[in-house]
């Protein structure tokens, strides 16, 4: 069983960078493609970012594309997700989540593990 823990999560004013961490229990995290997520209140979740285990391909939501960067530390099989230039309408819980799959990476039901969530709160 993949385990997922997800931190970093805070109050930020917009403008400001928060970064946020997903620590894989999976010894075999370089084969699993990464995604993140998000669901803001009376929404449903949204994609905000995937990476494809087999080929590293990234993909971006055209929401946060140039303000958010990702990174991979594969020594402590963690995955960053650093957000800058942030907004109110950022304002979520984030999730991250696993899957051994590579395919239809930008859907919720393509992942079979994933985190408690953080919230993030952006104001205004």
């Known amino acids: 069983q993949v385990q997922l823990v997800e931190s970093g999560g805070g109050l930020v004013q917009a403008g400001g960078s928060l970064r946020l961490s997903c620590a894989v229990s999976?010894?075999?995290?370089?084969?699993?493609?990464m995604g993140w997520f998000r669901q803001a209140p009376g929404k449903g979740r949204e994609f905000v970012f995937a990476?494809?285990?087999?080929?590293?391909?990234?993909i971006w939501a055209t929401t946060v594309k140039g303000r958010f960067t990702m990174s991979i530390n594969s020594a402590k099989n963690t995955v960053y997700l650093q957000m800058n230039s942030l907004k109110p309408e950022d304002t979520a819980v984030y999730y991250c989540?696993?899957?051994?799959?590579?395919?239809?990476?930008?859907?919720?039901?393509?992942?079979?593990?994933w985190g408690q969530g953080t919230q993030v709160t952006v104001s205004s």
């Open positions: 999976e010894h075999t995290f370089s084969s699993l493609s």
């Open positions: 990476i494809s285990g087999s080929s590293g391909t990234p």
């Open positions: 989540a696993a899957t051994p799959s590579n395919v239809r990476l930008t859907s919720t039901s393509s992942y079979n593990y």
